[in-house]
């Protein structure tokens, strides 16, 4: 059964700190995605990394940063948290595959609370 | 820019009956179209995928169609059951590494 895993379902943490958000899939897939979804907007694309050590910004990158030492981990880190950046954080991942047709699989999430 | 509407409101609909959910798009033209589900605090789960050269796919209860001249899709659940209760997302891709999701349609459906 094919998984993605994140370190957290919740996060609480205060104004100013650094965060780390860790995402681990066992499929050997070469893309890799974090998003933020807030209520009525969606899904939005911080970061993807097409492969090891490659990463491209996303829409919203501002706040962010993101590593990829290897191919089944993908980190989101949040320099100095503030408070909107408190939203639910979604890692997928996703077979190169042909054409980029293939689906995305994602992680059960992080809501993540900034105070 | 690139634009993704799904209706904003929910769908509120009795077991049994179909649920049809719309997905518009503007100013890009998709080579394909994906449809997720998600369920309350998970991340979403793919469903669908119909290409630019498909007018309809079927997966048992599911039916999606893609009309590139109205850039829309339709997504139908026939028989509906509270279990198909959720969030659906349309997804329309150019075919690039990113994908732009919309904001979902929640769907209740009463037993």
């Known amino acids: 059964d094919v998984k993605v895993t994140q370190s957290s379902r919740y996060l609480v943490k205060r104004t100013g700190e650094k965060v780390f958000l860790e995402c681990v899939q066992d499929?050997?897939?070469?893309?890799m995605f974090w998003y933020r979804q807030d209520p009525g907007l969606g899904l939005r694309l911080i970061y993807f990394s097409y492969d090891v050590k490659m990463k491209e910004k996303g829409d919203i990158p501002e706040g962010y940063s993101v590593s990829r030492e290897k191919k089944e981990r993908f980190s989101l880190i949040l320099e100095s948290a503030s408070t909107n950046q408190t939203s639910m954080y979604l890692c997928?991942?996703?077979?190169?595959?042909?054409?980029?047709?293939?689906?995305?699989?994602f992680g059960p999430g992080t809501r993540l609370t900034v105070l | 820019s690139q634009k993704i509407e799904q209706n904003s409101e929910a769908l509120n609909i009795q077991e049994g009956k179909t649920a049809t959910l719309t997905c518009n798009y503007t100013n890009y033209s998709p080579a394909y179209l994906q449809w997720y589900r998600q369920d309350p605090g998970r991340g979403p789960v793919f469903l669908l995928l119909i290409r630019e050269n498909e007018k309809e796919k079927r997966k048992e209860r599911l039916k999606v169609t893609f009309d590139t001249t109205l850039k829309q899709s339709l997504f139908h659940i026939t028989a509906s059951q509270p279990a198909d209760s959720a969030t659906y997302l349309c997804?329309?891709?150019?075919?690039?590494?990113?994908?732009?999701f919309g904001a979902g349609t929640r769907l209740f459906v009463k037993a």
């Open positions: 499929m050997d897939h070469e893309n």
């Open positions: 997928a991942s996703r077979d190169l595959g042909l054409g980029h047709y293939n689906e995305q699989f």
């Open positions: 997804a329309p891709h150019t075919g690039g590494f990113k994908t732009i």
